[in-house]
């Protein structure tokens, strides 16, 4: 695509996701102007050059940064990266606390900067700091959630999709709930095509049955870990995952995407965020509140929801 008449990006951190972030905005040409904000100046300074060497062969028209706020004034969207890095054997609850001592000292300063702009985060743990991000800011909602299970989703689609022999955007599944180690995928709405999962065949044989499918959805929760362990983070996915939201922000795509925002209701679920299927577009997000789900998926629903219900009191949000 090209890139979106006069939008502005700004991403805060430039850590190995946010340089991702910015790298995959360049390369898909997501906004007009990448903007790049660490109080690292070193990092951030080289980073930015690094990315303005190859400007000229990417879709964005420039990017610019560094380690005063001022990169972040007037931005249409923020994506924050910034926060303490998940460690092999640490989960994503673990890092909360730092975390969202981060956002106390961090937002009302973006938030001054940036006032009219739709705020995502993909710092982890992504459910719980966007409780307390909304908490902080204020911002109704729809302008401040995170990533959620976006990425999930995508994991899980490739996975199907190899099973199945199809395209991966003929796969319909989603990955909801928190993102982390109580999300859960809705097979009950899940389909190859028209196709109930179940009932896709392969050279006249049935591909999955129940087992097979709590083992890809094992797979999938796990995966980061997987990742982690191997290379010392995730980055280049979860970069295209935020920027394809950046994308449905910019472009005012209404596009459906399983972002986490803060449930008001939904199952009977207050005041956590967690990932359902979301319109997305330039006003922020709307939960899909009429999305079904099977009793079993409700009930997994609401125990992802107490989970990181437990970590909010501890925290005091």
């Not at 000229?56 to 706020?69: E, K």
């Not at 044989?205 to 983070?233: C, M, P, T, W």
Request: glycine letters at 10%.
């Amino acid at each position: 695509m090209s890139a979106i008449e006069n939008s502005t990006l700004a991403i805060v951190g430039a850590g190995s996701v946010g340089t991702a972030t910015a790298y995959a905005a360049m390369i898909r040409g997501s906004a007009r102007h990448v903007r790049l904000y660490d109080i690292d100046a070193a990092r951030v300074e080289a980073e930015v050059l690094d990315l303005a060497h190859g400007s000229q062969f990417t879709g964005a028209s420039d990017i610019d940064g560094g380690a005063d706020l001022r990169h972040v004034e007037g931005a249409d969207v923020v994506v924050i990266t910034a926060g303490a890095k998940q460690h092999p054997g640490q989960t994503r609850l673990d890092l909360a606390g730092t975390n969202v001592e981060i956002l106390r000292g961090m937002l009302p300063q973006l938030l001054e900067r940036a006032p009219d702009a739709v705020f995502l985060l993909v710092t982890n743990p992504c459910d719980v700091l966007t409780v307390a991000a909304q908490q902080i800011t204020g911002l109704p909602s729809s302008r401040v959630f995170s990533s959620g299970t976006v990425l999930d989703t995508a994991r899980l689609r490739w996975k199907l999709a190899q099973r199945a022999g199809v395209a991966q955007s003929s796969v319909h599944a989603h990955i909801v709930g928190e993102h982390g180690d109580t999300e859960f995928p809705l097979w009950s709405a899940a389909s190859i095509g028209v196709t109930p999962l179940l009932q896709w065949e392969r050279e006249g044989l049935r591909v999955f049955d129940h087992e097979e499918l709590e083992s890809l959805a094992d797979q999938v929760r796990n995966a980061a870990y997987q990742v982690i362990a191997g290379k010392g983070a995730t980055n280049y996915a979860i970069g295209l995952s935020a920027v394809r939201i950046v994308e449905a922000v910019l472009g005012d795509e209404h596009a459906i995407l399983p972002v986490s925002s803060v449930l008001d209701g939904f199952l009977g679920i207050h005041g956590v965020a967690l990932s359902i299927p979301t319109v997305v577009s330039a006003r922020g997000v709307q939960p899909v509140t009429s999305t079904p789900f099977a009793e079993n998926e409700a009930q997994a629903l609401r125990e992802s929801a107490r989970a990181l219900e437990r970590v909010q009191a501890s925290l005091g949000l």
